[in-house]
Structure formats: C-alpha cells, structure tokens
C-alpha cells in the first residue's frame, strides 16, 4: 500500500533524512520512532507530499507520488503534530473545510461528517466552537478532519501530545477501529507504551537514519539480555567481574546490595545464577524478574544522552 525508497532530504550542510526505507501494507500498523531531531516529522512530510526529497521515491499503491499536487494524495489523510482547527468555529463546520477542500458534494459531506464524528465520539458537540473543547477533544477532532475524504493511508505525527488517559485510550480505540477496516496507519511517537499496543511493526530512526526495522519480537531479540533478574542480596554481593565472566550472564552491575543480572533465558538461567550465589556465600533474600520493554530497545539503540 505504502512503500518509502531510500529518502534523501538536507538543508544545506544538515542532513535530516538520510536514506530512509520502510513499506506498510493495508491494515497494518507502522510505527516510527526516534530521539527529538531525527528526522521523524521530515520523514512523514516528505510521504505526505509536503516536501520534496533529493533522492528517493514515495510509492502509493506502486504509483510513485509526484509532488504536492499529485490527485494520488488523495489516498492520504494527515493528522498533524501542531492542531489544524478553528477554534471560533463549530466542529461541524471545521469538518465541513476540510471536507470542501477535498471536493465533497453536499450529501457525500453530510454523510462523511456524521460517521468521522460518530467515530470520534463528538456527534453530540458538533455544533459546539472548538474553542470550548477540551484538549483531548480537539486531538480527537483532529484525526476526524484527516478522514472526512475517506483515505486508505493515514499518517500520525504524535497525535496524543498533551491528552487525558481517557481521551488517548478514546483515540487508541479508534486507530484500531480503521484498522480493522484495512487502513494502513504509519504513527509517530514518543511514548514507547503507545508503539508497543498499536504497532505490526517499529521502525527507529537515528541522526535521519534507520537503525531498526521489525517487529517487537523482532526489537527484543536485538538485545543481548531480554529479561533483568533482580536480586536483593544479604553481604555485600561477589566480585563484580568474576560474576561476569559466568556463562549464563549477559550483563551484570552491582550497586550496594542491589544486583541486577541480564539474562536470555528466565527459567533456565536464573537457578544457575542463584544457585551460584548461594554455593559462593552470597545468600539473598528477594528475588524480582523484569522483561526488557521497547524503551529498554531504543535507548541501547539510540543511547541515553539529552536531544534539545
């Protein structure tokens, strides 16, 4: 459905696209993510036709998009970071540019408008000025606007920036309703917990580069230590560097009677490791596991140093 080849885009000496590649298919969920500044919104601006690349192509249904004004964008809809709205008009009438702008006849518009709205769960405000909205209203009434022309592609730039749990669970709930219609949705994100429910597949990019392309399995496998074994020790814990050296120990870091162990496989190499403990005279009196997450992934990806 959407396939982007080998994106290319600078501003002068800065590079902030720098060969990106990703395909998404219909009714599939791609996530990308990546630290402040790594070329994320250039990325999606440059799939939704606002930009020009130097080099690289963005194909919609194997047609190659042409530009701004190419009619195949109508297969997008785009929900922006910063609110496209109105606030001192109606959500109806909002919904009614947008619709216009697209080309709607009246009841083609009255018909899209009664079902982004239903959807969004707005119908009951829709004669009420934006301005009266809540926050998480106006987000929900955004992704509203990108679909009043009824688009198979639907790009995301950080669409729960700032919202309620509710209203963000509101707008998970919706994002996996066009799902299951067979939209294909590509989603910008800084919250790892947001990529981890919705997303098929994550694509991290760095310094305008991809440096991950998979599934969340697939993410998991990329560490050395998928699950952390936490052990809360009685002395003062074993010598660091020989307790590294055990086979079954990928990671290991000691802070006062704290130990925390990277390990690949849970059932078979945490017994090895307490029992080691214990036969070398270091007794323990709690013991926590803890899975590595996406975040544990995009930091020992993108390392942990500050992007203002």
């Known amino acids: 459905m959407l396939e982007a080849r080998n994106l290319h885009k600078t501003y002068r000496d ?3 696209v720098d060969g990106v590649s990703l395909v998404a298919g219909a009714g599939e969920t791609v996530g990308l993510l990546g630290p402040n500044g790594a070329g994320k ?3 999606v601006s440059i799939i939704a036709g606002l930009i020009r690349p130097n080099r690289g192509e963005v194909l919609i249904e194997g047609r190659t998009l042409a530009g701004d004004t190419d009619p195949i964008k109508r297969r997008i809809g785009l929900v922006p970071q910063d609110l496209a709205l109105y606030d001192e008009l109606p ?4 919904l ?3 619709g216009a702008l697209y080309g709607l006849d009246r009841s083609t518009l009255k018909r899209a408008m009664a079902e982004v709205l ?4 707005l119908a009951d405000r829709a004669k009420d000025k934006v301005g009266t909205f809540s926050g998480g209203m106006k987000r929900r009434l955004n992704l509203a606007a990108a679909l009043m022309h009824d688009p198979q592609i639907l790009l995301l730039d950080e669409p729960t920036v700032g919202v309620d749990p509710q209203s963000r669970n509101a707008i998970f709930d919706n994002l996996e309703t066009l799902k299951s219609r067979g939209k294909t949705l590509i989603y910008t994100t800084h919250y790892m917990e947001e990529a981890e429910r919705l997303c ?3 694509v991290i990019i760095d310094h305008g580069k991809v440096i991950a392309n998979d599934t969340l399995q697939g993410l998991y496998r990329m560490l050395p230590a998928s699950n952390v074994l936490v052990v809360e020790l009685e002395d003062g814990g074993p010598p660091i560097e020989q307790f590294r050296s055990l086979a079954v120990v990928e ?3 000691l802070k006062g009677s704290q130990l925390r162990v990277g390990i690949r496989r849970l059932t078979a190499d945490a017994p090895a490791i307490l029992q080691w403990l214990v ?3 270091h007794p323990y009196r709690h013991v926590v596991s803890e899975r590595a997450d996406l975040e544990t992934v995009f930091l020992s990806l993108t390392g942990r140093s500050l992007r203002d």
């Open 14 to 16: 800065l590079v902030a």
């Open 41 to 43: 919104t250039t990325t």
């Open 91 to 94: 959500a109806r009438d909002n």
């Open 96 to 98: 009614a540019l947008f």
């Open 118 to 121: 239903e959807l969004v769960g």
């Open 200 to 202: 098929d597949r994550i």
């Open 251 to 253: 990671s290991a870091e």
């Open 279 to 281: 036969d070398h005279g």
